[in-house]
């Protein structure tokens, strides 16, 4: 009896564990591929020695021991909101954790958006990153190969963003399985070179990576740059456990990617020490010969996975900042009746599909690449370790002196593998700065932008208790009926309303000033989903309230409001009308923003999705009324 009751729970969390193996550490999962031959790239000029092999897998092991292991699954993943996790999950905490109107909000908004910038930087990298590294091993079966390296890995790319419309809920099924082959397959790889040659489980030791710094000085800082590879898709743990949950995560971590990575980077040193030639690609130059062609089939299904889970957390990430304000409306296409977190947002991929075609045309290899990559990762990890510095001393109310110990030697860390991969800029760097710089400007010039009308809106109108008052002492002509008027204030008159009594010259019977806000959780719980005022004669105020993991469907919302009898909202499809401004946004010189961020502001109002489509109004029983807004 014991045991059947607990085998649901225990199926449940072994199947949420292959999950997590299939989409959370594809990333880092793929990481051997290139690490260890870029930091032997001649980008650095170490010599394949025995110290320095023995240095590099040192600080190798480490990284993904203090970074990934200790900060992100240990501590970061405590930072939950509602169990979501993330960089715009972690900025919303904090904020929580805040004193009312204290100085540092602003501040860690603005950390907020440049840390999703770098992450939007990093969704374009590591496709073109991993599927070129990947689809190199075709040079080692036949060098002859070489000019088809490059449009293979196209082909791939373009197959890759050319399914996301269809979804993933049927191949996703696969990711685990495939996952857990490829590093059951990398450790045995990586077992079979360390019995050939054990003494390179030495490097374990921390002591070989500080003789490495003291013997080689600047070049070991340098080659951080490479040896930060090795984390990449570390921060992918915590924005993933909403999807999966802290436990499966940090089970599938520790038990079984973690042993598997660091089995294969050994083995691939032990090789190197053995063969000081296989540097030239130590993780291919593991697999025996007879192997190779099957080894590259999977490490490209492998980047392909990798790939598809950064992609579909730009979508996802794509919402929230939508329904946080920091991103226009766009359509967003739900490709799974079963699965709601399972979306496809056509205007970001076609943005990812045109830049990281761009970017494997324009870098053409993976060892060019690799020196463009990093900086929005280290950026990332940079940014969180800030925020938990502050979370820790606010919210977790931690003492002092273990923030102090622990902040100041993760900040140290954080800020030399950033600053060993920015050092880069002139070289590749600065395409992941620039794209990164891209994002936050737009983030920011949206978010200035809607504030701008905002308040231009508010200060062109009236106080919504101000007009019920002077409706009943000069009444209008009321018709039959509910009106519904959308306005981002229900505090002020919204201009449709105005404009339909200057025009029509009539009032329904009951008005509804709707407003729709997005919750600093991911999703809203019952007893906070609306609020709803009586004004008085005819008139109420609700506050529709969604997470921002939500789609913010007003219909659907106001059905459940109707079957859980809330007073006021007894609505008839058929006899409410839904009214909504549609604003003509003009742009002046000598008010606003610089001129060029509104053009930048109108070009996205433009091209947004209106806000009724966006909320689920009905076409048919919509009215708009346009308004002229000065910015």
């Known amino acids: 009896m014991s045991a059947s009751s607990h085998s649901p729970s225990q199926a449940s969390r072994a199947a949420l564990v292959l999950g997590a193996i299939g989409v959370v550490f594809g990333d880092i999962g793929t990481s051997p591929l290139y690490t260890l031959k870029e930091a032997f790239g001649g980008h650095y000029g170490l010599t394949p020695s025995h110290d320095n092999v023995l240095g590099i897998l040192s600080l190798v092991f480490w990284a993904m021991v203090l970074v990934v292991t200790l900060k992100y699954v240990t501590v970061i993943m405590r930072a939950d909101n509602r169990g979501e996790g993330g960089i715009l999950s972690l900025m919303t905490v904090v904020h929580r954790a805040l004193p009312i109107a204290s100085p540092l909000s602003y501040s860690i908004g603005i950390l907020g958006i440049l840390g999703t910038a770098f992450f939007f930087g990093d969704a374009v990298i590591t496709p073109a990153m991993s599927v070129l590294s990947a689809v190199e091993g075709m040079e080692l079966v036949a060098p002859a190969l070489h000019p088809y390296v490059l449009p293979v890995a196209l082909a791939v790319l373009v197959a890759l963003f050319a399914s996301q419309r269809f979804g993933t809920e049927k191949v996703g099924k696969v990711f685990g399985p495939v996952m857990s082959v490829w590093f059951v397959c990398i450790a045995l790889l990586g077992v079979a070179q360390i019995v050939k040659n054990p003494s390179v489980l030495l490097a374990l030791n921390p002591a070989y990576g500080v003789s490495f710094f003291l013997d080689n000085g600047s070049a070991a800082w340098l080659v951080l740059g490479a040896v930060v590879l090795c984390v990449t898709g570390g921060e992918a743990l915590y924005a993933d456990m909403g999807h999966f949950g802290r436990f499966p995560i940090r089970k599938a971590w520790l038990y079984f990617v973690l042993p598997a990575l660091v089995?294969?980077?050994?083995?691939?040193?032990?090789?190197?020490?053995?063969?000081?030639?296989?540097?030239?690609?130590?993780?291919?130059?593991?697999?025996?010969?007879?192997?190779?062609?099957?080894?590259?089939?999977?490490?490209?299904?492998?980047?392909?996975?990798?790939?598809?889970?950064?992609?579909?957390?730009?979508?996802?990430?794509?919402?929230?900042?939508?329904?946080?304000?920091?991103?226009?409306?766009?359509?967003?296409?739900?490709?799974?009746?079963?699965?709601?977190?399972?979306?496809?947002?056509?205007?970001?991929?076609?943005?990812?599909?045109?830049?990281?075609?761009?970017?494997v045309i324009g870098f053409g290899s993976s060892s060019a690449m690799a020196v463009a990559y990093g900086v929005s990762v280290t950026g990332s990890m940079l940014i969180d370790t800030v925020l938990l510095i502050i979370l820790a001393s606010q919210g977790w109310r931690v003492r002092p002196a273990v923030i102090w110990a622990f902040g100041v030697a993760y900040l140290i860390i954080d800020s030399a593998l950033f600053s060993a991969n920015a050092i880069k800029f002139l070289h590749g760097a600065w395409v992941p700065v620039l794209l990164g710089l891209v994002v936050f400007t737009i983030m920011r010039t949206w978010r200035h932008g809607r504030d701008l009308v905002r308040e231009q809106v508010n200060r062109e109108s009236l106080r919504i208790e101000h007009f019920v008052k002077s409706v009943q002492v000069d009444p209008p002509t009321r018709v039959q009926g509910t009106a519904i008027f959308m306005t981002p204030s229900n505090d002020y008159l919204p201009p449709s309303m105005l404009h339909n009594l200057k025009h029509n010259k009539v009032l329904h019977e009951r008005n509804i000033l709707l407003s729709v806000e997005t919750s600093g959780v991911p999703r809203a719980d019952q007893d906070e989903r609306y609020a709803l005022s009586d004004l008085g004669i005819g008139f109420l105020r609700l506050t529709l309230r969604f997470g921002y993991m939500e789609d913010p469907d007003v219909p659907k919302a106001l059905r459940l409001l109707k079957q859980a009898k809330v007073p006021g909202l007894d609505l008839d499809p058929m006899d409410t009308t839904y009214f909504a401004s549609r604003e003509a946004l003009i742009a002046k010189a000598d008010q606003g923003m610089a001129m060029w961020r509104d053009k930048l502001f109108l070009f996205m109002s433009r091209n947004a999705t209106p806000a009724t489509e966006f909320f689920g109004i009905p076409g048919e029983r919509l009215v708009e009324l346009g308004t002229k807004v000065v910015i």
Do not use: C
Not at 267 to 288: T, W
Not at 293 to 298: D, F, R
Not at 331 to 356: C, D, E, M, R
């Open 263 to 359: 089995l294969n980077y050994f083995g691939q040193g032990a090789l190197v020490l053995a063969d000081p030639a296989a540097v030239r690609n130590p993780f291919y130059n593991l697999v025996p010969s007879a192997l190779l062609i099957p080894m590259i089939v999977l490490a490209t299904m492998a980047t392909v996975i990798a790939s598809q889970a950064v992609i579909s957390g730009a979508f996802s990430l794509s919402r929230e900042a939508v329904q946080l304000g920091y991103l226009p409306r766009m359509k967003i296409v739900h490709t799974s009746a079963h699965t709601k977190g399972q979306i496809y947002v056509p205007w970001v991929n076609n943005i990812l599909f045109i830049t990281v075609i761009g970017l």
